[in-house]
């Protein structure tokens, strides 16, 4: 059985606010979990929490992932920059350009995200969350393709990207140029599995995992795909 995208994790210096922020955004409600910090509840198709762990890490460089937010018109695109403007967002230039056609911000603590705008084929069929947009291979878009079981819904040119037979958000990969890996990931997947763990642990080994480390404190085990980037796989 593959395993389960259970959440995307943001490792935040206020996660109180920076949940706040997201809830705002997103319009999802916001919990307090004993165990995984502050978490939003999706109210959508999207088969995952985002969940906001405190860490003191400063960011380094650009993050890996980041959310591409859908609009149904030229307005609804301004709407959402301005809700997230006055929510703590600020403008950010990564060199798209003057004319660019989506936005690019910043949350609060400078997580990257864009506001697409409408008419954009490939998040045609997608909801507000369209896609988790991520720096990595064609080799890695393979990977998560079998560990999740999730089929891909593009492969070209190098760029791939999976979604969950049931809806929600795509997961693409843009292919190289990669961003260099700068320390901890300031985003992370959290998995889980029905089966034993040890035995899906090995599932991901044999498909390019790698471990990062063996103790299994705190019911997690922190893994890297084939690309370097952290994951954690659920033990308990």
Not at 93 to 104: F, L, M, S, T, W
Request: charged share 20%; hydrophobic share 40%; net charge negative.
């Amino acid at each position: 059985m593959a395993a389960r995208l259970v959440a995307l994790c943001f490792d935040a210096h206020d996660p109180s606010a920076l949940a706040r922020f997201w809830s705002g955004v997103l319009g999802w409600e916001s919990v307090d979990d004993a165990r995984a910090g502050v978490t939003l509840l999706p109210n959508d198709d999207t088969g995952f929490e985002i969940r906001f762990l405190p860490s003191a890490e400063p960011k380094r460089g650009q993050n890996h992932i980041h959310f591409d937010l859908t609009s149904g018109s030229l307005e609804d695109q301004q709407a959402t920059v301005d809700r997230a403007l006055g929510l703590g967002a600020q403008h950010l230039d990564i060199g798209q350009g003057p004319d660019a056609e989506h936005v690019v911000l910043a949350d609060p603590e400078g997580n990257e995200l864009c506001v697409i705008p409408p008419g954009n084929a490939f998040l045609a069929d997608c909801g507000f969350l369209g896609a988790l947009s991520c720096d990595g291979s064609q080799q890695v878009g393979y990977f998560w393709s079998a560990a999740l079981g999730w089929p891909l819904v593009w492969d070209q040119d190098e760029e791939t990207a999976i979604r969950s037979p049931a809806g929600g958000p795509k997961i693409s990969w843009g292919g190289p140029p990669q961003l260099p890996l700068t320390g901890k990931s300031r985003l992370h997947l959290d998995l889980a599995t029905g089966d034993d763990p040890a035995t899906e642990a090995e599932r991901l080994v044999a498909l390019g995992a790698t471990r990062m480390d063996e103790g299994r404190a705190g019911g997690v085990l922190r893994m890297a795909d084939p690309d370097g980037r952290e994951f954690c796989l659920l033990t308990s």
